[in-house]
């Protein structure tokens, strides 16, 4: 190394591990070297691994490869999550230059047979019985984790293997791509303000300030959701509604835009490419693949699951969309209920029935007041101190937090709130530094937490603070759920340690628990102030809310009972080349199970990032399933409160915190709910709470 390298390297923020990331150093021109370096000292240290032990131990063995592979995993995760929140073509490019080093790194490092026979040497070793119980499950994953990255295949397919692993990579990314394209380029303008009647103020607002942006006059609509669902929402201009969900409903597939950012061709090249990868492994399909390290234990047990719920639900939802089309028939005026009308018009319904509009509520839920209230809730129940704390950031928006027990610190998190070019759509939780003990001591761990809301509107020079639907709320303390999964963890080994190691259709268990409060009088009180007059949500306003809660929960219930069945029999059936094609999949799964069918025109499958570039393929269930598990989680504050307690109940809290949340992916889910609740889970919880008890 020259010594004009070795100071570039030092300057180099990417290889800084010593505090928090310096977003506001990092350039796409330092991710290269860095990683260069990374692999090479991670591929010299496997070398050196691979050598003949006399004897296997924690100490010589998993600590220092664990140390090695965290900081390129650090590193990397540091340069992707840039690259989801602040999209750029030079860091577009040098992201997808790198991509293929990444995969073929762990990719290679899952395939090393010598590491391998290592990692089951330890297990089967006489010390594995004194390892802690994290430890013995950090070898247990990696066992198992090796047998599924192929290290068991003949040599002459590792190959092959591996360009799955590079294909698949690339694929998901380019859909990914595709979809925040597609969604940047589209723009709708209205210059006439009479077309835009029924939207709310500050929906114009916005929308008038994105036209200014650009330099053009009117009013800007685009494809990120707090743009265009307001206007599904309340637009009574009937054809704008029609444009925006045309457009929304054929984004990056060959009905939309520009044939570039068409993900047909990848939905079908990534779908084979899982099905070779699984027939590798020796499974049927992806599905059975998929479900190894996962609570439930076979596609068909997933597929009774859902279809279960299907039936329970559907006598309900068919109930919702026949009062639906009666009250546009007969209230508004529309004879033929189209997909563009119907949330159209079911705000219209809600209005009428429960005398409130989502605008109205939305005036009481002003974002300081909502997350003060979320931070109050969270310090009462688990005994943490949440403060404002300081970190160098990738945008002027983001806001930054620490989390202490006692004086100590116990994690951080970054807060990016609100949606922008540039930006993926959605909201997510993502690891930016997981808990660990090393030498000088505990690392603690750092979240990402992200959301795509209204940014905050400037009137008249002034920025007033941004103002939150409920469902807003609500989306917020379902990702600071996931955070909390995360930074209150008490593990130590960085495999289990938070949402590490916990299988993928349980994790969603601490975050929709969050979600529940959200519905509580107790918490509301703490989370709202009307933006004009300061005074707290009232009661009565709340009641109406609450009679609103199973508002078509039955449409709502087959909906998510659709995208799962259609992720679990796509991964389970689904023959590329087949007389199948994907839309024709979708389209039966609708006849069996939908009560409302979208148009031929709906591409929505082309922007399905959680199962085509996400990490839910054939597991989007999950999110059904662990919906079991939080709501009787949460039965058990109800009970608190019926004992004569209150719903923010100190003592359950600290049992979840212990049985849930500090134990991260330590043991096993059902073992961590059985701890907490004495019993296996029952879905009876999940059916009263959507109103669709016997």
Same mark, same amino acid.
């Given at each position: &190394? !020259?010594? %004009?390298?070795?100071?570039?390297?030092?300057?180099?923020?990417?290889?800084?591990?010593?505090?928090?990331?310096?977003?506001?150093?990092?350039?796409?021109?330092?991710?290269?070297?860095?990683?260069?370096?990374?692999?090479?000292?991670?591929?010299?240290?496997?070398?050196?691994? $691979?050598?003949?032990?006399?004897?296997?131990?924690?100490?010589?063995?998993?600590?220092?490869?664990? @140390?090695?592979?965290?900081?390129?995993?650090?590193?990397?995760?540091?340069?992707?999550?840039?690259?989801?929140?602040?999209?750029?073509?030079?860091?577009?490019?040098?992201?997808?230059?790198?991509?293929?080093?990444?995969?073929?790194?762990?990719?290679?490092?899952?395939?090393?047979?010598?590491?391998?026979?290592?990692?089951?040497?330890?297990?089967?070793?006489?010390?594995?019985?004194?390892?802690?119980?994290?430890?013995?499950?950090?070898?247990?994953?990696?066992?198992?984790?090796?047998?599924?990255?192929?290290? $068991?295949?003949?040599?002459? %397919?590792?190959?092959?293997?591996?360009?799955?692993?590079?294909?698949?990579?690339?694929?998901?990314?380019?859909?990914?791509?595709?979809?925040?394209?597609? !969604?940047?380029?589209?723009?709708?303008?209205?210059?006439?303000?009479?077309?835009?009647?029924?939207?709310?103020?500050?929906?114009?607002?916005?929308?008038?300030?994105?036209?200014?942006?650009?330099?053009?006059?009117?009013?800007?609509?685009?494809?990120?959701?707090?743009?265009?669902?307001?206007?599904?929402?309340?637009?009574?201009?009937?054809?704008?509604?029609?444009?925006?969900?045309?457009?929304?409903?054929?984004?990056?597939?060959?009905?939309?835009?520009?044939?570039?950012?068409?993900?047909? %061709?990848?939905?079908?090249?990534?779908?084979?490419?899982?099905?070779?990868?699984?027939?590798?492994?020796?499974?049927?399909?992806?599905?059975?693949?998929?479900?190894?390290?996962? &609570?439930?234990?076979?596609?068909?047990?997933?597929?009774?699951?859902?279809?279960?719920?299907?039936?329970?639900?559907?006598?309900?939802?068919?109930?919702?969309?026949?009062?639906?089309?009666?009250?546009?028939?007969?209230?508004?005026?529309?004879?033929?209920?189209?997909?563009?009308?119907?949330?159209?018009?079911?705000?219209?319904?809600?209005?009428?029935?429960?005398?409130?509009?989502?605008?109205?509520?939305?005036?009481?839920?002003?974002?300081?007041?909502?997350?003060?209230?979320?931070?109050?809730?969270?310090?009462?129940?688990?005994?943490?101190?949440?403060? !404002?704390?300081?970190?160098?950031?990738?945008?002027?928006?983001?806001?930054?937090?620490?989390?202490?027990?006692?004086?100590?610190?116990?994690?951080?998190?970054?807060?990016?709130?609100?949606?922008?070019?540039?930006?993926?759509?959605? +909201?997510?939780?993502?690891?930016?530094?997981?808990?660990?003990?090393?030498?000088?001591?505990?690392?603690?761990?750092?979240?990402?937490?992200?959301?795509?809301?209204?940014?905050?509107?400037?009137?008249?020079?002034?920025?007033?603070? +941004?103002?939150?639907?409920?469902?807003?709320?609500?989306?917020?303390?379902?990702?600071?759920?996931?955070?909390?999964?995360?930074?209150?963890?008490?593990?130590?080994?960085?495999?289990?340690?938070?949402?590490?190691?916990?299988?993928?259709?349980?994790?969603?268990?601490?975050?929709?628990?969050?979600?529940?409060?959200?519905?509580?009088?107790?918490?509301?009180?703490?989370?709202?102030?009307?933006?004009?007059?300061?005074?707290?949500?009232?009661?009565?306003?709340?009641?109406?809310?609450? +009679?609103?809660?199973?508002?078509?929960?039955?449409?709502?219930?087959?909906?998510?009972?659709?995208?799962?069945?259609?992720?679990?029999?796509?991964?389970?059936?689904?023959?590329?080349?087949?007389?199948?094609?994907?839309?024709?999949?979708?389209?039966?799964?609708?006849?069996?199970?939908?009560?409302?069918?979208?148009?031929?025109?709906?591409?929505?499958?082309?922007?399905?990032?959680?199962?085509?570039?996400?990490?839910?393929?054939?597991?989007?269930?999950?999110?059904?399933?662990?919906?079991?598990? @939080?709501?009787?989680?949460?039965?058990?504050?109800?009970?608190?409160?019926?004992?004569?307690?209150?719903?923010?109940?100190?003592?359950?809290?600290?049992?979840?915190?212990?049985?849930?949340?500090?134990?991260?992916?330590?043991?096993?889910?059902?073992?961590?709910?059985?701890?907490?609740?004495?019993?296996?889970?029952?879905?009876?919880?999940?059916?009263?709470?959507?109103?669709?008890?016997?």
């Amino acid at each position: &190394m !020259t010594t %004009q390298t070795a100071a570039a390297l030092a300057g180099n923020p990417l290889l800084d591990f010593t505090g928090l990331a310096h977003f506001d150093a990092i350039k796409p021109e330092h991710v290269t070297p860095a990683l260069d370096m990374l692999l090479a000292d991670a591929s010299q240290l496997v070398t050196q691994l $691979e050598a003949p032990m006399a004897q296997v131990s924690w100490d010589n063995f998993v600590e220092p490869l664990e @140390s090695a592979t965290e900081k390129l995993g650090r590193a990397w995760s540091i340069v992707g999550h840039l690259n989801s929140v602040m999209d750029t073509p030079e860091l577009r490019a040098t992201y997808n230059e790198n991509q293929p080093r990444l995969v073929e790194f762990w990719t290679a490092l899952g395939q090393n047979l010598a590491l391998f026979e290592k990692y089951k040497a330890l297990h089967d070793s006489p010390d594995f019985a004194s390892l802690s119980a994290a430890r013995q499950k950090v070898v247990g994953n990696a066992v198992r984790d090796f047998r599924l990255s192929g290290a $068991e295949l003949p040599d002459d %397919q590792k190959e092959r293997f591996a360009d799955i692993q590079e294909q698949h990579a690339a694929l998901t990314t380019r859909f990914s791509e595709n979809i925040l394209d597609a !969604t940047n380029d589209f723009g709708l303008f209205v210059e006439d303000e009479a077309e835009l009647s029924g939207l709310p103020e500050d929906v114009r607002q916005a929308a008038r300030a994105a036209a200014e942006k650009d330099g053009k006059p009117g009013y800007k609509f685009t494809l990120h959701f707090p743009s265009y669902f307001p206007v599904l929402q309340y637009a009574d201009n009937r054809a704008l509604r029609e444009k925006i969900y045309r457009a929304n409903a054929t984004k990056a597939s060959e009905l939309g835009a520009r044939s570039e950012w068409d993900n047909s %061709q990848n939905i079908v090249e990534i779908l084979k490419l899982r099905k070779e990868e699984a027939h590798m492994l020796g499974f049927a399909n992806f599905a059975e693949l998929s479900l190894v390290p996962k &609570m439930a234990q076979s596609p068909a047990e997933v597929i009774s699951f859902l279809e279960d719920l299907g039936r329970r639900a559907r006598a309900f939802g068919e109930k919702d969309y026949a009062e639906l089309r009666s009250f546009a028939r007969e209230q508004l005026g529309l004879d033929k209920l189209e997909a563009w009308d119907t949330t159209y018009a079911s705000e219209k319904l809600r209005e009428q029935r429960y005398a409130f509009s989502e605008q109205e509520v939305k005036q009481y839920f002003p974002e300081p007041k909502v997350v003060n209230g979320l931070f109050h809730l969270a310090q009462r129940l688990f005994g943490v101190d949440i403060k !404002t704390d300081s970190a160098p950031v990738w945008h002027p928006d983001v806001k930054f937090f620490r989390i202490e027990r006692d004086g100590q610190l116990v994690g951080q998190f970054y807060l990016d709130m609100y949606a922008r070019s540039g930006k993926r759509g959605g +909201a997510w939780m993502d690891d930016a530094r997981a808990r660990r003990l090393t030498p000088a001591g505990v690392q603690t761990p750092i979240a990402y937490l992200v959301c795509n809301f209204t940014e905050p509107a400037t009137v008249n020079g002034v920025r007033k603070p +941004a103002l939150f639907t409920h469902d807003e709320v609500i989306t917020l303390f379902h990702e600071f759920g996931h955070g909390l999964h995360h930074m209150l963890t008490q593990v130590d080994e960085v495999g289990v340690s938070g949402i590490s190691g916990v299988e993928w259709d349980a994790v969603e268990l601490p975050s929709q628990f969050m979600e529940n409060f959200c519905w509580e009088w107790d918490v509301l009180q703490h989370l709202t102030a009307h933006a004009d007059n300061g005074e707290a949500l009232p009661r009565a306003l709340f009641d109406k809310m609450t +009679a609103a809660k199973n508002f078509q929960s039955g449409l709502q219930m087959l909906r998510q009972v659709e995208l799962s069945l259609f992720d679990m029999l796509v991964h389970h059936e689904y023959q590329a080349g087949g007389e199948q094609s994907v839309q024709q999949l979708l389209n039966g799964i609708r006849e069996r199970i939908s009560v409302v069918t979208p148009p031929e025109f709906n591409r929505f499958q082309h922007s399905f990032s959680h199962i085509f570039a996400g990490g839910y393929a054939a597991g989007y269930y999950s999110y059904k399933w662990a919906e079991v598990l @939080s709501a009787d989680a949460y039965s058990a504050f109800e009970e608190a409160a019926a004992a004569g307690g209150n719903v923010i109940s100190i003592e359950t809290g600290q049992r979840f915190q212990k049985e849930i949340l500090s134990v991260g992916g330590s043991r096993p889910a059902i073992e961590s709910f059985k701890a907490f609740r004495g019993r296996e889970p029952s879905i009876d919880a999940l059916l009263r709470h959507s109103g669709m008890a016997a």
